[in-house]
């Protein structure tokens, strides 16, 4: 049993989440390349404009067309700048179920757009898309991700052991691989009711593999 994501935009008070578009490949490359991105995800390091190139153009719309997920850039409304990017993966049609992960541009960091781009795409997963449990996976010392899972009503369900790469700055400059534990959170439909107004966080990131 197997579905695609709907090739859509979704509009809250201040953000709209929508396709990536090839004009975003600059602004992109730049998010991810900052420090704590590449300390909590896997994305490459330097992360290129070619990388950005084969994510938005290629990899990306893969994702939703083979039914494996779906990827938003999230733009400011006012603005139009990229504040970041919502990944919904892993999902399994007959379950109704699929993993979040999220990126948030450092200048926009300390806004609630983290919560904000979460909360409207588990709204529009749960009740446009009649799915049933979304899922958050954050590494253990990543607490700005933490706080995001919570402030959306997440419940933590537990601790894989040493179930994550993330990375730290060396003494030279370099990077250096440090395992970590994961926590796992979910959310469910009923779990949304007690979520109203626009949260407020410190910007989040999601320990998550599959940016390229």
Not at 57 to 71: K, L, S
Not at 110 to 134: I, M, N, S, V
Not at 139 to 167: F, H, P
């Amino acid at each position: 049993m197997n579905g695609t994501f709907p090739n859509v935009s979704i509009s809250t008070e201040r953000l709209v989440l929508r396709p990536f578009e090839e004009s975003d490949i600059e602004a992109f490359a730049e998010m991810m390349n900052d420090e704590l991105v590449t300390t909590w995800t896997s994305v490459p390091q330097p992360y290129t404009a070619a990388d950005a190139r084969a994510w938005i153009t290629a990899q990306a719309p893969a994702e939703r067309a083979d039914g494996r997920g779906i990827v938003f850039a999230v733009d400011e409304f006012l603005t139009q700048r990229l504040v970041g990017t919502v990944h919904l993966s892993h999902t399994d049609w007959r379950v109704r179920s699929t993993e979040i992960a999220y990126v948030i541009a450092p200048w926009a960091r300390g806004e609630g757009y983290a919560c904000e781009a979460a909360l409207a795409t588990a709204q529009w997963l749960f009740h446009d898309q009649k799915f049933e449990r979304l899922e958050l996976r954050t590494a253990a010392d990543n607490t700005a991700s933490q706080q995001v899972a919570q402030k959306i009503g997440c419940i933590s369900e537990g601790v894989l052991r040493g179930a994550w790469i993330a990375r730290s700055r060396t003494a030279d400059g370099t990077w250096a691989d440090v395992r970590t534990d994961v926590i796992v959170w979910s959310l469910l439909p009923e779990d949304l009711s007690g979520t109203g107004g626009q949260p407020a966080d410190a910007g989040g990131f999601t320990s998550y593999s599959d940016w390229n």
